[in-house]
């Protein structure tokens, strides 16, 4: 997409359409469908242009743009983390996507109430409107996006046998399909798909995904007396007197901030959380420590100082790192608090 002219596209039409506060989240929020380290620098500079006379305060665009970049995080399957989740949680894609999905709606409105309010929404242009014609010029550029989540839920309710051959069988066939409609719209040349194929960081993220796979079946091994590693892991946890909720939010929220990305602390944390809730967990204590430690490890993440995307956000704007997380403590903080008493909630209404 990105090498056909299709985000690009989208941008154009989102700017030219959109008064600047929406725009501002919209923007990153698009860019952030394309999984990619660093992709918060690719959308600063259009967050930058939103705000042509220098209004506000560099920071809270920095903000703004670090925020809505990642609302997909906790449930979009492009992701590798989100994948990884889905492949250590033994969730289907589609369990694992709904209920992750509140907490994607849950973090739009915290950006609203902490960011967005802060920027007036109207720039002098009363004329912006976002009109029928213009929703079809987006969902036209959208559509390979949309086409691979509609095939992938129409095999998965219609032809559920091609799930038993590979759970990811049906979402590799919707991405191929989808490249296939980009490729009849806005067609791509063979030195661009050369590079697309030849791209070092996907090969990168597969040999990173290999080797945290490795890790959780070391996790998930035997001791020489034949006792499961996970089950001494955990009983020596719980030997020192903490609390499993403390735990499943401690551990994946430690490993959020030492690593800093969604793929980093659920291949570092999850092995160790699934142990703890034992071999045979029921569907409800698997849905509800999934989302619990999902949800702290990406809050670890997103404060964590060694983001990329937050790295780069700040030296896009010039605003200082640590002040940056600061003033990213407090909506993080209630964005963990409604994953927590969501969790409290789940725990309730499945006794």
């Not at 989208?10 to 030219?16: P, S, W």
Request: hydrophobic share 55%; aromatic share 12%.
């Amino acid at each position: 997409m990105s090498e056909s002219g299709t985000m690009k596209s989208m941008v154009a039409v989102v700017k030219a359409h959109l008064n600047r506060r929406k725009a501002m989240a919209v923007l990153p929020a698009i860019i952030g469908f394309l999984p990619m380290p660093g992709g918060a620098l690719f959308s600063a500079p259009l967050v930058d242009d939103c705000d042509e006379n220098r209004e506000f305060d560099p920071i809270l665009k920095a903000k703004i743009n670090y925020w809505f970049r990642h609302i997909w995080e906790y449930w979009w399957p492009m992701f590798p983390g989100v994948l990884l989740a889905i492949e250590l949680s033994r969730l289907e894609a589609w369990q694992f996507m709904l209920l992750q999905l509140p907490m994607s709606i849950f973090a739009v409105a915290i950006g609203y109430f902490f960011l967005l309010r802060r920027i007036s929404g109207d720039r002098g242009d009363e004329n912006v409107r976002f009109d029928l014609a213009t929703f079809f010029s987006v969902l036209k550029l959208a559509s390979p996006v949309i086409t691979a989540m509609l095939v992938y839920g129409l095999i998965r309710f219609f032809i559920p046998s091609i799930s038993s051959l590979n759970k990811y069988l049906p979402m590799c066939i919707g991405i191929f399909l989808a490249i296939l409609l980009l490729q009849f719209l806005h067609p791509i040349d063979q030195k661009k798909w050369r590079r697309i194929l030849c791209h070092k960081p996907i090969y990168i993220m597969i040999l990173l995904v290999y080797a945290v796979l490795l890790y959780g079946a070391l996790i998930e091994g035997n001791l020489p007396d034949g006792t499961p590693l996970v089950e001494k892991i955990g009983v020596e946890i719980v030997s020192f007197g903490i609390p499993k909720t403390a735990l499943l939010v401690l551990i994946p929220f430690i490993c959020g901030v030492s690593t800093g990305i969604a793929i980093g602390f659920v291949g570092a944390s999850f092995p160790i959380v699934m142990g703890l809730i034992g071999e045979n967990p029921s569907f409800a204590t698997l849905l509800s420590t999934t989302f619990l430690a999902f949800g702290s490890g990406y809050v670890g993440m997103i404060v964590s100082p060694v983001h990329v995307c937050l790295i780069v956000t700040n030296e896009h704007f010039k605003t200082e790192l640590m002040d940056s997380i600061k003033k990213l403590l407090l909506p993080s903080a209630v964005l963990f608090l409604l994953n927590l008493s969501c969790y409290l909630l789940m725990k309730a209404l499945m006794r």
